[in-house]
């Protein structure tokens, strides 16, 4: 059965932090590359982050700078580390595997939600 769990989000003050964290189970990890997607109510998801196997990165210019993606494929696990977080970056969080840079499985998401 594949899962992607994700978990992390929470409420956040403006310029504060968040880490969220993605777990998968039941899906071949190591060769393929992992991404952490956003939603806005009303809107498309898209594209925060990604990384391949071999730990390259790519960002959405919303975020350079301030969010960064790991991984672990030991634990299976893809980190995304939310730094001065803006009112904007308020949304349901989403990991997924990339297959030539196509998302494919879905977690259920975590809400992140900043606010004073």
């Known amino acids: 059965q594949v899962q992607l769990v994700e978990s992390g989000g929470g409420l956040v003050q403006p310029g504060g932090s968040l880490r969220l964290s993605c777990v998968a189970s039941?899906?071949?990890?190591?060769?393929?590359?992992m991404g952490w997607y956003r939603q806005i109510p009303g809107k498309q998801r898209e594209l925060v982050a990604s990384?391949?196997?071999?730990?390259?990165?790519n960002y959405a210019d919303f975020v350079k700078g301030r969010f960064t993606i790991s991984r672990d494929n030991a634990k299976k696990m893809v980190y995304l580390e939310m730094n001065n977080l803006k009112p904007e970056d308020t949304a349901m969080y989403y990991c997924?595997?990339?297959?030539?840079?196509?998302?494919?499985?879905w977690g259920q998401g975590t809400q992140v939600t900043v606010s004073s």
């Open positions: 997924t595997r990339l297959r030539n840079g196509v998302p494919e499985y």
């Open positions: 039941g899906i071949s990890f190591t060769i393929y590359a």
């Open positions: 990384i391949t196997p071999g730990r390259n990165t």
